[in-house]
């Protein structure tokens, strides 16, 4: 007998009968069909009249749904209805499919939702759990018109995005003094004791203790000092807490010391955990935690995980997924015609800290990516390893954005930053040259922007230095010179509460220095709670910080604790950030503000106030998907028995891809946690769930445009269409 068979056997819960006899007293036309139906073929032939039916009154859903029309101006004139015909048809066309479910190691999973209703129905049985239920039995209302969405009305959204605090707050930034001071005081006391040792840091014997605190004072403002005494054992993290992490984390954490997972904390950023709750900010500080305390999924899969992204499974002289060669096993990630991503070896290959649901811990896992700093500064073979690297950039037609990133860009020494953005100016320079000896239509792209992706600003803004902006100030007055036109630290704020003085004064500093600074949000569950992203959205708007991307949580089980799951991502779209819209009259005002970083923050303003609204809503919430890139384009095409969502991704078409992308086909994504255990995980964190019902309703979305001012400026000249490095399968 075959597992799904065995399945068919198992009787439904109690709670899971209790919601299916309420979908059936709701829909009683349902309940006829599927009475009446004596297999599962029939159970389907039955409910396929109804999404008929429905589509013969609605045309332009059934157009939606077969592709006739498409595009994010059609998904916005869909009805809420239409939402649940579109995936009911789905559910019934894909009937009986099997997944490989990297959630379950590679299991498989089926989905034919029709058939486990029906035999529910029938005899009491199927194996499907309350959570599939209560999916179903929301999809049902929706397609009858039983629920609506209401989107949420101005002084709603503002109600909730006042119930996150900002670390620039007062209240917030005086308890963020207690941590510092508390965490400072054990530093000294060990180091008196010689249980950390520093030639750098150290005390005289014939100080005082007033005398040790204030040199200790002065040593938190030092890069260095943090990364030195950075915590790397739960239990020297539980003594800085105050020993307020209960026993349970503890021995999460200890599981995870054993699995070999890697642990550091500096000690900058762990003055932003609360020891105790802000009275009425129960929670504050969540979002920032579930960066650094590890969950039990992590730990139980950390050896196990697989790489997310597969074009970042490189094979010397082979092509990756997006069908790119790449000059080197590790520096250079690649996926689109446009953009390469470098990683220098250098301590830019190490980050300020780890985060938990890190799109990297696939590297963290092999070893690739690790905190021994020491062993991480360049070798002898970097420099000429980099001009490798350049000469590959500067022969390639399309390339005209590089980030450099790592780890974190800016872990990179000031001396090893200059010498890798001095290799980049040449490069840029060199592809100029060259377009000279080009006739037109067959020059190659030129370099227009140059990023640097680091999360040091929130992690460990002590790094950013009246050096450091000299160097980037430099780089950017001459690069504008041989045409490079966007300059922009890509930076990864999770949480308002993440913004405090010294992170707000780095930024000003970068601001300073000519770099716009853009944010890109993880969308843990955590910060998924409700006016959460559009407080953070504010701000960052406020500090001069323009929002890039929201991204869904990426990963299987290993990230499942921190996964939101897509619909809310859509619901925080439609629901919360739509709050931040301008009309696309105004996008000029958008477009002029990378020319003019160190007035960020009043051209900001400038445009908040024009258009009265609290933030500018510059991101696009989307996934991160295998292969086929950023994209929010899906449809929910099946549900497992206990209620998890099956999506099937297409590519953003508003963007410029390889070639491959026509043979890739689309992407499917089973998540890690049904819609409902979802809501208990909110529920737990003190959410009212009856504030988010309508995420039931979010089965299919669309990819927002991209916003004008992250658009690449237009060549005086027409590109070559011919693509270097790149093999295609298909290719004669």
């Known amino acids: 007998m075959t597992k799904f068979k065995k399945l068919d056997k198992v009787s439904i819960s109690i709670p899971a009968k209790k919601v299916l006899n309420q979908l059936l007293i709701e829909n009683t036309e349902i309940e006829s069909i599927l009475k009446k139906a004596s297999n599962k073929d029939e159970a389907l032939y039955g409910m396929k009249s109804i999404v008929t039916e429905y589509f013969n009154n609605n045309p332009e859903a059934h157009k939606f749904y077969t592709n006739e029309i498409s595009g994010r101006k059609a998904f916005e004139k869909l009805k809420w209805s239409d939402y649940a015909a579109i995936t009911l048809a789905d559910y019934i066309n894909n009937a009986g499919r099997k997944f490989e479910d990297l959630n379950l190691n590679g299991k498989i999973t089926g989905s034919n939702p029709i058939k486990f209703l029906w035999i529910a129905i029938k005899y009491g049985r199927g194996g499907a759990t309350v959570d599939f239920f209560k999916d179903m039995l929301h999809l049902f209302r929706q397609l009858k018109g039983k629920s609506e969405r209401t989107i949420p009305e101005i002084p709603q959204i503002e109600e909730w995005m006042e119930r996150h605090p900002c670390g620039t707050d007062s209240e917030i930034a005086e308890i963020r003094k207690e941590n510092r001071d508390r965490i400072l005081k054990i530093i000294i006391r060990k180091i008196d004791k010689g249980e950390l040792k520093s030639k750098k840091y150290t005390f005289d014997s014939t100080l005082s203790k007033e005398q040790k605190f204030l040199m200790a004072l002065e040593w938190w403002n030092e890069k260095s000092f943090h990364l030195k005494f950075a915590i790397k054992s739960p239990d020297l993290l539980n003594e800085m807490l105050d020993g307020s992490l209960s026993p349970k984390t503890m021995r999460v954490l200890e599981h995870a010391k054993e699995a070999g997972i890697p642990f550091f904390v500096n000690p900058y950023y762990l003055s932003l955990l609360n020891v105790n709750d802000p009275e009425g900010k129960t929670g504050s500080d969540l979002a920032i935690r579930d960066y650094v ?50 990683i220098p070896d250098t301590v830019g290959r190490a980050c300020g800290g780890l985060c938990v649901s890190c799109q990297r811990m696939y590297d963290f896992q092999s070893g690739h990516l690790n905190f021994n700093l020491e062993k991480l500064k360049p070798k002898e073979s970097w420099p000429s ?51 000279d000896t080009l006739p037109d239509g067959k020059k190659h792209a030129e370099i227009l922007r140059i990023r640097l992706g680091s999360r040091l600003p929130v992690y460990l803004p002590q790094r950013v230095t009246p050096e450091l902006i000299k160097i980037l100030a430099d780089f950017r007055d001459k690069a504008s010179k041989i045409g490079i036109k966007q300059f922009v630290i890509q930076t990864h704020f999770e949480s308002a509460m993440e913004i405090t003085p010294e992170s707000k004064k780095c930024i000003e500093m970068l ?73 696309s009259t105004e996008y000029n005002d958008l477009i002029q503000l990378p020319s003019d970083a160190p007035n960020m923050v009043n051209k900001i303003n400038e445009i908040r106030k024009k258009n009265n609204i609290p933030f500018l809503a510059t991101d696009r919430n989307v996934m991160n998907l295998p292969g086929v890139g950023k994209s929010s384009t899906f449809r929910t095409i099946g549900i497992s028995r206990d209620g998890r969502r099956i999506l099937e991704f297409d590519h953003d078409h508003n963007r410029t891809h390889s070639p491959i992308i026509n043979d890739l086909g689309k992407v499917i994504v089973i998540e890690s946690k049904s819609i409902s255990k979802y809501l208990r995980q909110l529920e737990n964190m003190g959410e009212d769930v009856a504030e988010y019902n309508s995420i039931y309703g979010y089965t299919i979305g669309e990819t927002e445009e991209r916003m004008p001012i992250y658009e690449y400026p237009k060549y005086e000249y027409s590109l070559t269409k011919e693509m270097t490095n790149l093999e295609l399968d298909n290719e004669d």
């Open 293 to 342: 305390i590890y969950s039990k999924e992590l730990i139980d899969e950390f050896g196990s995980i697989v790489a997310w992204e597969k074009e970042d499974i490189v094979e010397p002289g082979k092509p990756n997924a997006a069908g790119w060669i790449l000059p080197s096993l590790h520096n250079v990630h690649r996926r689109y015609p446009e953009v390469a991503i470098l």
């Open 511 to 583: 601001l300073s220095a000519g770099w716009m600074i853009t944010n890109q949000l993880v969308f843990t569950a955590a910060a998924s709670r409700r006016g959460h992203t559009a407080k953070l959205r504010k701000a960052l708007n406020d500090i001069g910080v323009l929002t890039y991307y929201t991204f869904t949580v990426k990963g299987y089980k290993e990230n499942s604790h921190n996964f939101a799951t897509n619909a809310r991502a859509c619901q925080e779209q439609l629901e919360e950030k739509i709050l931040g819209t301008i009309h």
């Open 385 to 435: 390893k980099l001009d490798r690297l350049m000469e590959y950039f500067e022969e390639d037609s399309q390339l005209r954005d590089v980030l450099i990133t790592g780890g974190d860009a800016l872990m990179s020494s000031d001396k090893s930053l200059e010498k890798i953005l001095e290799s980049v100016y040449i490069m840029a320079k060199k592809k100029k040259a060259l377009n």
